[in-house]
Nanobody
Framework: QVQLVESGGGSVQAGGSLSLSCVAS????????ITWFRQAPGKEREGVAT????????YYADSVKGRFTISQDNAKNTVYLQMNSLKPEDTAMYYC????????????WGQGTQVTVSS
């Protein structure tokens, strides 16, 4: 069974940085996308950044463009989210999710990692 495990969350002051990791186990799709989502209490889930195999350009939500960077290490089956210049509004539970490139639904989700940014 596919497993996604996030790590790297924590508490940081505004302007600080955090790096999240998402390790994908037993995910065998030849072409796939990994997206980092976040959800704050009382707010809708937001897709923050997406990276797909095949050299497609990563996608970033406008709210994080220029501050967050998504990358992947295929040898380690790991996708990273480098978050710089963090703002209090970035506070949320962050999840990684995976889908095959040809799918629109994300079938695999991690358990989430909490990011808290204080002002």
């Amino acid at each position: 069974q596919v497993q996604l495990v996030e790590s790297g969350g924590g508490s940081v002051q505004a302007g600080g940085s955090l790096s999240l990791s998402c390790v994908a186990s037993r995910y065998t799709a030849s072409s796939a996308c990994i997206t980092w989502f976040r959800q704050a209490p009382g707010k809708e889930r937001e897709g923050v950044a997406t990276i797909c195999t095949g050299g497609l350009r990563p996608y970033y939500a406008d709210s994080v463009k220029g501050r967050f960077t998504i990358s992947q290490d295929n040898a380690k089956n790991t996708v990273y989210l480098q978050m710089n210049s963090l703002k209090p509004e970035d506070t949320a539970m962050y999840y990684c999710a995976a889908r095959a490139l040809s799918d629109v639904r994300y079938n695999y989700w991690g358990q989430g990692t909490q990011v808290t940014v204080s002002s």
